[in-house]
């Protein structure tokens, strides 16, 4: 625990305190190293930035985006950022349960997921950036490339197919929203009366109907999951087009994920089996894309009812 307190040694909030009233807990976390940080009453969340997360993350935007999570009341309040090494301190929610896939399986957690999400995208600022989900394709793409890393196996015939829903949807565009962009299960904390979101290193203004379709990749949800999900967000059933839009951005997510896992297994990250990890996402994306009923969703788009 020596780099958590380390590193507390250059935030002015704990100036002057004797380290041995510090207690440190680490927590989990796919790239970056996390500690709950108590001392005496107070709990505070550590988070110190993974390395090669640089190439990928503008913590510049970062740190201007969890501030507007957090005055939405979504994110937890954020007490230091440097924007230099993506070191930060926020609040630890007491009370609060780390969702999972499994924890999911609660109708309610569910509802209270999709009423913070609609909060987040209803708040009435947007962040510092956009998430385009194209752009960032060929961006992880090109450092994959630069240098000759591995990734699946017919990955460009289907990025060259995904060439389609890239058109469609840029011929069909939507106000953006600020969303989170990266809704694990385990970026969510429910107390059991609000759902926090945490975690806001690829938020930016994107299509709202992003962080529905992720959240519901990343939770394994089934119909009725997502039912509920899109009933609580919209306040009622979403139209064709908006379920359309969900389901294009379910195949995207995972196509965008996988180059994603295919930079850790670049950059050697060695918190879980990022090869396993990213040819699952792809797999689910092709099988998604050539499922009967996505060109429906893609003509559903197109008509905009």
């Known amino acids: 625990m020596n780099e958590a307190l380390q ?8 100036a002057g305190v004797d ?20 001392v ?23 740190e201007t985006n969890a501030k507007v ?16 090494d993506g070191v ?33 995208h209803d708040c009435g600022e947007l962040f510092a950036n956009e998430f385009n989900i194209f752009r960032m394709m060929d961006e992880y793409l090109g450092i994959l490339e630069a240098r000759q890393a591995w990734v699946p196996a017919g990955y460009r015939q289907v990025q060259e197919e995904a060439e389609s829903v890239r058109a469609l949807l840029a011929a069909h565009p939507v106000a953006l929203a600020p969303c989170h962009c990266d809704p694990l299960a385990e970026n969510f904390l429910d107390t059991g009366e609000w759902m926090y979101i945490v975690d806001w290193e690829y938020a930016g203004n994107n299509d709202p109907m992003w962080d529905l379709a992720d959240l519901s990749v990343e939770a394994s949800f089934g119909p009725k999951q997502d039912a509920v999900l899109l009933e609580a967000y919209f306040g009622g059933l979403p139209d064709a087009a908006q379920w359309g839009r969900v389901v294009l951005h379910k195949a995207m997510c995972d196509l965008l994920w996988t180059l994603w896992g295919a930079l850790q297994v670049a950059n050697q990250n060695p918190a879980e089996d990022f090869t396993v990890y990213a040819q699952g996402r ?4 092709r099988n998604l894309m050539t499922s009967t009923g996505f060109q429906d969703h893609l003509a559903a788009v197109k008509a905009g009812t």
């Open 69 to 84: 999570a957090a005055r939405a009341g979504v994110n937890a309040e954020v007490l230091f950022f440097d924007p230099s």
């Open 19 to 38: 380290r041995k009233g510090i207690t440190c807990e680490r927590l989990g976390g796919m790239t970056n190293r996390n500690y709950k940080i108590v």
């Open 88 to 120: 930060q301190l926020t609040r630890f929610i007491e009370g609060a349960a780390t969702m999972s896939p499994a924890s999911f399986k609660d109708l309610g957690a569910v509802e209270r997921a999709g009423r913070a999400v609609r909060a987040m």
């Open 282 to 285: 792809f797999e689910r994306c």
């Open 40 to 62: 005496g009453v107070d709990s505070y969340m550590l988070r110190i930035a993974g390395a090669g997360t640089e190439e990928y993350i503008d913590r510049v935007a970062e």
């Open 7 to 14: 590193t507390l040694g250059r935030i002015s909030l704990f």
